[in-house]
């Protein structure tokens, strides 16, 4: 027996595990799970049988909660059979002896009988995975002809079409309904959109048979979710029911209709709400609007939200879960409550729920700890909390969540100020809203209530007048920022690891050796903070390159791409190289690069020949050695045909490409760009110059900023401005332009979208790829070029929004990465970006992955 993070590992003496074949999957639910153990246990072992279990009850609650992941919901068991003929035996014991227990279906898996708790899949049985073309790591079955395929891990039972089945397929149920017929629930309920599917069950749009009105279906699933008294997600949708019944009358929920059961499911039938939720309905306004949220508007919808929780609280009732995703807005504007599970009595205990940064601290915390057996019966100053955090959104965007420190030193009231001290001067409803943000959101006992918050709009806020320029990091805080994060680096690299650090929990596993979520970008990152003096990180830097130069003697499949691929990997090694003056080393990291394939097919930078082509480039300059020359203009040659950009009107070419820097228009013309420059071949600046005017041609202005749909015919404009797609990615490529042909437009466009940045830099994460330290880049980028003093300004100000954001962690001052709740190493997504950013903040010099050379 082995313990691991997630499964206890159950495995015979000299036992030789298959590659791949049918397995068996126990489900349960928590308070099944040890009698489920104990029935399946005695006879896996006398077989011989290899299996795993959920290693603790924690694990088996997040295995079959509402919120798991359909595909691998429920799975609380898993037997590794031999050969299908013991599979077939132990089929039919594990059934027998587990017959009458609770747990909910695995919808990966088929059910070896009716009411079974026992599923079958095939699947691999060892981790036998393979970097796949977007250089993400996935499970891999090996087919009879000896190919490879995605071993598919999807909500429906889906096994390869030649693999024979071990079982004869169950009689389906008659229904009386053909294929392609629609789906009729309850006799009268005709189902016309599946709103969402979820662990817990679908939410469906149907037309009601009997009336012809639209209404809205939730489903609930048996057993999903049970806690340790039994109460899944069936109970929670009938409480949800008893609540509507109880608030509609208010005016304040959607009117229940009924409530019914099929096939052990439960359904509840509400009134169908128009309009947009209130995370859509803030982000539609942005991006049809183009400007921040005008006060009049926030604080009228302040006022609604107030009379809804007002009103909810005067019938006894605690939401819990008030957010922006719980509240629909209505085509007149008007707030509707939604999704009232959580909402519970006063003075009643159940099970702590909530979201981070809109859920009370005080009181989520309690789901964290040991005594969530025991909760505390929440209050209206919960609600009150949640109605500050989600008025905080609605007023600048921004999501309110905060990593947690450890240990706990901060109150949240202390941190929601520092927020929205960053985000009230681009925001003016913010500045009309914030006594009543800072309130609602204080540190209890000093919390405003309802009333509190209803005498405040009574007073008619109006509209603020501007503030300042709002705070900026100062350089005690940016050194802070800087040895703080560089001590975390140096204190959690596992060079005996898979993984040189711990790999982003929220992110997919990828190669180990690039930059996205690897060891490149990090090294990169120490380069140059030891090129700026910073000698602290010289050890690690150290420690670093000699992994990643072992890791790469491994065998792996090699993709092209600069940041999901090696090219990256190559070009931080060999700078990482020169700054250690290891010339074995550089000379390795140079072999390594030729031998990188350039015959892909992928354009792009992140996964494709953009990117493999700029560090070539990149090692040309740093080496002189002509072959990487060619290599770099043999990736050019490949993009002008893959892209046909490479005919006579090459502009035209781009204008049907995505836009952004990452995986469109503007990466891959930045690289060819740069390569026209060094290569002194005008065709590629003129392609380049092309892909210019198509970018400034779709570009939308409001007042001195603009920002770009994903790509042409993109009706959905998202109005966050990032590095990977939008205004920060676009301006980097447009002020490269601007620097290289002189024409004004260009820098007009490449300014512009330096001011959207500006605009957004609180609302948006931290990270390098879609939050403030790219966009800070490009704003360093802007100050560079133009020698304009504001967008250095600009760019502290950013930095700034990174110190609001940043945690306490064992006495280090760390910016968190995307999630918002945890601190990870990772370039793109994590702590390594946001350093680089720091550090050429302090020190100046070039943006890193980009071949400058004025």
Same mark, same amino acid.
């Given at each position: 027996?082995?313990?691991?993070?997630?499964?206890?590992?159950?495995?015979?003496?000299?036992?030789?595990?298959?590659?791949?074949?049918?397995?068996?999957?126990?489900?349960?639910?928590?308070?099944?799970?040890?009698?489920?153990?104990?029935?399946?246990?005695?006879?896996?072992?006398?077989?011989?049988?290899?299996?795993?279990?959920?290693?603790?009850?924690?694990?088996?609650?997040?295995?079959?909660?509402?919120?798991?992941?359909?595909?691998?919901?429920?799975?609380?068991?898993?037997?590794?059979?031999?050969?299908?003929?013991?599979?077939?035996?132990?089929?039919?014991?594990?059934?027998?002896?587990?017959?009458?227990?609770?747990?909910?279906?695995?919808?990966?898996?088929?059910?070896?009988?009716?009411?079974?708790?026992?599923?079958?899949?095939?699947?691999?049985?060892?981790?036998?995975?393979?970097?796949?073309?977007?250089?993400?790591?996935?499970?891999?079955?090996?087919?009879?002809?000896?190919?490879?395929?995605?071993?598919?891990? &999807?909500?429906?039972?889906?096994?390869?079409?030649?693999?024979?089945?071990?079982?004869?397929?169950?009689?389906?149920?008659? $229904?009386?309904?053909?294929?392609?017929?629609?789906?009729?629930?309850?006799?009268?309920?005709?189902?016309?959109?599946?709103?969402?599917? $979820? &662990?817990?069950?679908?939410?469906?749009?149907?037309?009601?048979?009997?009336?012809?009105?639209?209404?809205?279906?939730?489903?609930?699933?048996?057993?999903?979710?049970?806690?340790?008294?039994?109460?899944?997600?069936?109970?929670?949708?009938?409480?949800?029911?008893?609540?509507?019944?109880?608030?509609?009358?208010?005016?304040?929920?959607?009117?229940?209709?009924?409530?019914f059961e099929a096939g052990g499911h439960v359904f509840l039938v509400q009134d169908l709400i128009p309009g947009a939720n209130l995370a859509r309905w803030c982000a539609e306004r942005l991006a049809r609007d183009g400007v921040p949220m005008p006060a009049a508007v926030a604080c009228k919808l302040a006022r609604g939200l107030i009379r809804l929780v007002a009103?909810?609280?005067?019938?006894?009732?605690?939401?819990?879960?008030?957010?922006?995703?719980?509240?629909?807005?209505?085509?007149?504007?008007?707030?509707?409550?939604?999704?009232?599970?959580?909402?519970?009595?006063?003075?009643?205990?159940?099970?702590?729920?909530?979201?981070?940064?809109?859920?009370?601290?005080?009181?989520?915390?309690?789901?964290?700890? &040991?005594?969530?057996?025991?909760?505390?019966?929440?209050?209206?100053?919960?609600?009150?909390?949640?109605?500050?955090?989600?008025?905080?959104?609605?007023?600048?965007?921004?999501?309110?969540?905060?990593?947690?420190? $450890?240990?706990?030193?901060?109150?949240?009231?202390?941190?929601?100020?520092?927020?929205?001290?960053?985000?009230?001067?681009?925001?003016?409803?913010?500045?009309?809203?914030?006594?009543?943000?800072?309130?609602?959101?204080?540190?209890?006992?000093?919390?405003?209530?309802?009333?509190?918050?209803?005498?405040?709009?009574?007073?008619?806020?109006?509209?603020?007048?501007?503030?300042?320029?709002?705070?900026?990091?100062?350089?005690?805080?940016?050194?802070?920022?800087?040895?703080?994060?560089?001590?975390?680096?140096?204190?959690?690299?596992?060079?005996?690891?898979?993984?040189?650090?711990?790999?982003?929990?929220?992110?997919?596993?990828?190669?180990?050796?690039?930059?996205?979520?690897?060891?490149?970008?990090?090294?990169?990152?120490?380069?140059?903070?030891?090129?700026?003096?910073?000698?602290?990180?010289?050890?690690?830097?150290?420690?670093?390159?000699?992994?990643?130069?072992?890791?790469?003697?491994?065998?792996?499949?090699?993709?092209?791409?600069?940041?999901?691929?090696?090219?990256?990997?190559?070009?931080?090694?060999?700078?990482?190289?020169?700054?250690?003056?290891?010339?074995?080393?550089?000379?390795?990291? $140079?072999?390594?690069?030729?031998?990188?394939?350039?015959?892909?097919?992928?354009?792009?930078?992140?996964?494709?020949?953009?990117?493999?082509?700029?560090?070539?480039?990149?090692?040309?300059?740093?080496?002189?050695?002509?072959?990487?020359?060619?290599?770099?203009?043999?990736?050019?040659?490949?993009?002008?045909?893959?892209?046909?950009?490479?005919?006579?009107?090459?502009?035209?070419?781009?204008?049907?490409?995505?836009?952004?820097?990452?995986?469109?228009?503007?990466?891959?013309?930045?690289?060819?760009?740069?390569?026209?420059?060094?290569?002194?071949?005008?065709?590629?600046?003129?392609?380049?110059?092309?892909?210019?005017?198509?970018?400034?041609?779709?570009?939308?202005?409001?007042?001195?900023?603009?920002?770009?749909?994903?790509?042409?015919?993109?009706?959905e404009r998202t109005a966050l401005n990032f590095w990977c797609h939008g205004a920060s990615g676009i301006g980097t490529f447009l002020i490269r332009l601007w620097r290289a042909t002189g024409e004004a437009r260009f820098r007009e466009y490449a300014e512009r979208a330096a001011h959207a940045v500006h605009r957004d830099r609180a609302r948006v994460g931290p990270?390098?790829?879609?939050?403030?330290?790219?966009?800070?880049?490009?704003?360093?980028?802007?100050?560079?070029?133009?020698?304009?003093?504001?967008?250095?300004?600009?760019?502290?100000?950013?930095?700034?929004?990174?110190?609001?954001?940043?945690?306490?962690?064992?006495?280090?001052?760390?910016?968190?990465?995307?999630?918002?709740?945890?601190?990870?190493?990772?370039?793109?997504?994590?702590?390594?970006?946001?350093?680089?950013?720091?550090?050429?903040?302090?020190?100046?010099?070039?943006?890193?992955?980009?071949?400058?050379?004025?």
């Amino acid at each position: 027996m082995r313990d691991g993070e997630t499964w206890c590992m159950v495995t015979p003496p000299h036992h030789t595990r298959r590659e791949q074949g049918w397995k068996l999957h126990l489900s349960a639910t928590l308070p099944s799970s040890p009698h489920v153990l104990e029935c399946a246990a005695p006879i896996l072992v006398s077989h011989g049988c290899a299996f795993k279990f959920a290693v603790s009850p924690e694990v088996t609650a997040d295995l079959t909660s509402a919120r798991a992941p359909r595909g691998q919901s429920g799975k609380f068991l898993t037997a590794y059979p031999g050969d299908d003929e013991q599979l077939r035996t132990l089929a039919g014991l594990l059934h027998d002896a587990t017959l009458g227990l609770a747990g909910p279906a695995i919808l990966s898996d088929r059910r070896y009988r009716p009411g079974s708790l026992v599923h079958y899949r095939y699947g691999g049985f060892a981790s036998s995975r393979r970097l796949n073309d977007e250089g993400l790591y996935e499970g891999v079955l090996r087919a009879p002809d000896g190919t490879f395929v995605a071993d598919e891990r &999807n909500p429906w039972f889906s096994p390869p079409s030649w693999a024979p089945l071990p079982f004869e397929p169950p009689v389906p149920a008659g $229904s009386g309904r053909r294929r392609g017929e629609p789906v009729v629930l309850a006799g009268r309920y005709r189902v016309e959109e599946a709103v969402r599917h $979820s &662990n817990r069950g679908g939410v469906y749009r149907a037309r009601d048979g009997h009336t012809g009105e639209e209404v809205l279906i939730k489903e609930a699933r048996p057993h999903v979710g049970a806690d340790a008294s039994g109460r899944d997600a069936r109970h929670w949708l009938r409480h949800e029911g008893d609540v509507l019944a109880r608030l509609a009358r208010q005016g304040i929920t959607p009117a229940l209709r009924e409530m019914f059961e099929a096939g052990g499911h439960v359904f509840l039938v509400q009134d169908l709400i128009p309009g947009a939720n209130l995370a859509r309905w803030c982000a539609e306004r942005l991006a049809r609007d183009g400007v921040p949220m005008p006060a009049a508007v926030a604080c009228k919808l302040a006022r609604g939200l107030i009379r809804l929780v007002a009103a909810t609280h005067a019938a006894g009732f605690v939401l819990r879960d008030l957010k922006p995703g719980n509240v629909m807005v209505t085509p007149d504007d008007m707030p509707v409550l939604i999704d009232l599970e959580c909402a519970i009595r006063f003075g009643e205990r159940a099970p702590v729920v909530g979201t981070a940064g809109f859920t009370a601290p005080e009181y989520l915390g309690h789901r964290d700890h &040991n005594d969530r057996a025991s909760p505390p019966a929440p209050g209206p100053a919960v609600d009150c909390y949640s109605l500050g955090a989600t008025l905080l959104h609605v007023a600048s965007g921004l999501i309110p969540q905060l990593a947690a420190d $450890s240990p706990d030193r901060r109150g949240a009231g202390e941190r929601v100020a520092a927020l929205v001290a960053t985000a009230a001067p681009a925001a003016p409803a913010l500045r009309a809203l914030a006594p009543l943000v800072l309130g609602l959101t204080a540190d209890l006992p000093a919390r405003w209530t309802i009333e509190d918050a209803a005498a405040f709009l009574r007073q008619d806020p109006g509209v603020a007048a501007p503030v300042a320029a709002g705070p900026t990091l100062t350089r005690d805080s940016r050194r802070r920022l800087i040895d703080d994060g560089l001590a975390h680096l140096a204190a959690t690299i596992t060079p005996g690891g898979e993984h040189l650090w711990p790999r982003p929990r929220s992110a997919p596993p990828g190669d180990p050796c690039a930059v996205q979520l690897g060891a490149a970008g990090v090294l990169s990152v120490l380069d140059r903070a030891v090129r700026c003096g910073e000698h602290s990180a010289e050890p690690t830097l150290r420690a670093a390159a000699r992994w990643l130069e072992r890791r790469l003697a491994q065998p792996e499949r090699v993709l092209p791409g600069l940041y999901f691929g090696r090219s990256g990997t190559v070009w931080a090694l060999h700078d990482a190289a020169r700054t250690l003056g290891d010339d074995a080393l550089s000379d390795s990291a $140079s072999r390594y690069a030729l031998r990188i394939p350039l015959d892909g097919t992928n354009p792009d930078v992140c996964h494709g020949l953009a990117g493999a082509g700029l560090a070539q480039l990149h090692l040309w300059h740093a080496t002189g050695e002509t072959r990487f020359a060619e290599r770099a203009s043999h990736c050019a040659d490949r993009i002008l045909r893959l892209t046909g950009a490479g005919g006579a009107r090459r502009g035209e070419a781009f204008a049907s490409l995505p836009y952004g820097f990452a995986h469109g228009t503007a990466g891959k013309a930045a690289f060819l760009l740069a390569a026209g420059r060094a290569l002194d071949r005008a065709d590629l600046v003129e392609a380049a110059t092309g892909a210019g005017h198509v970018l400034c041609a779709a570009a939308r202005v409001s007042g001195e900023a603009a920002d770009w749909p994903k790509g042409p015919g993109e009706s959905e404009r998202t109005a966050l401005n990032f590095w990977c797609h939008g205004a920060s990615g676009i301006g980097t490529f447009l002020i490269r332009l601007w620097r290289a042909t002189g024409e004004a437009r260009f820098r007009e466009y490449a300014e512009r979208a330096a001011h959207a940045v500006h605009r957004d830099r609180a609302r948006v994460g931290p990270s390098t790829c879609h939050g403030a330290a790219g966009n800070g880049e490009l704003l360093l980028d802007a100050a560079d070029a133009t020698g304009e003093s504001r967008y250095r300004a600009w760019a502290a100000q950013t930095g700034a929004c990174l110190h609001a954001r940043a945690t306490v962690r064992e006495g280090r001052l760390l910016v968190p990465d995307d999630t918002l709740r945890e601190v990870s190493a990772a370039y793109n997504v994590g702590l390594a970006g946001v350093l680089d950013f720091l550090l050429r903040l302090e020190h100046g010099g070039n943006r890193s992955w980009l071949v400058d050379t004025d």
